[in-house]
C-alpha cells in the first residue's frame, strides 16, 4: 500500500509506529505487523472464520486548520492492471459511500479502499469501532464485487 497525499501538516513517523496507536491495539488485544511507513496491518476474520478482512491504521496523521486526523483503510476490490477502477465498479462505491454512517471510498494505485477518518487522539474504543466499520463495510463490498473471491 502506499500513503495518501501528504496533509496540511503531515508529520514523520517512526518505523515503530505511532506509540498510541500501538498501546491501543495491544490493549485491544490485536494482533498486527507494521509495514515500512511504521502503519499497523490487522487482519480479522469474518463470518465465522469463511471470510477475512485486511484493515490499516495509518500511523501518520493529517491536518487541515484545528483538526489532526487519523485514517483507518480497508480494501474490497483490486483492478488487475493497477489502473483505473471500471466506471461501473466506481458508481457503485460512490453508491455506497452515500449510504455510509462512517468513511467512504477511495481509489489507490488500481485499489478500491475504504477509509474512515476519526481524531487523531481518539479513544481506544472509537479507534475499536472505526476499525471494525472499515473491516465490515470493505469485506461486505468485496464480497458484492468479486463473489467467491476473499483476496483481502
Do not use: C
Amino acid at each position: 500500500h502506499t500513503d495518501p497525499p501528504g496533509g496540511d501538516g503531515a508529520r514523520a513517523v517512526s518505523k515503530d509506529g505511532d506509540p498510541q496507536v500501538r498501546a491501543q491495539l495491544d490493549a485491544l488485544g490485536y494482533k498486527y505487523q507494521l509495514d515500512g511507513d511504521g502503519d499497523f496491518i490487522l487482519t480479522f476474520s469474518l463470518d465465522d472464520d469463511k471470510r477475512s478482512q485486511m484493515a490499516y491504521v495509518l500511523s501518520r496523521t493529517q491536518r487541515f486548520g484545528s483538526l489532526k486526523v487519523r485514517e483507518i483503510w480497508s480494501p474490497a476490490y483490486r483492478t488487475g492492471d493497477g489502473g483505473a477502477l471500471p466506471a461501473a465498479i466506481a458508481n457503485r462505491l460512490l453508491e455506497d459511500g452515500q449510504l455510509s454512517k462512517l468513511g467512504g471510498w477511495v481509489s489507490q494505485d488500481g485499489v478500491a479502499v475504504f477509509v474512515v477518518k476519526i481524531d487523531a487522539d481518539a479513544s481506544q474504543q472509537t479507534l475499536d469501532d472505526a476499525i471494525d466499520y472499515a473491516v465490515r463495510a470493505a469485506d461486505q463490498m468485496e464480497a458484492e464485487l468479486t463473489p467467491g473471491q476473499d483476496e483481502f
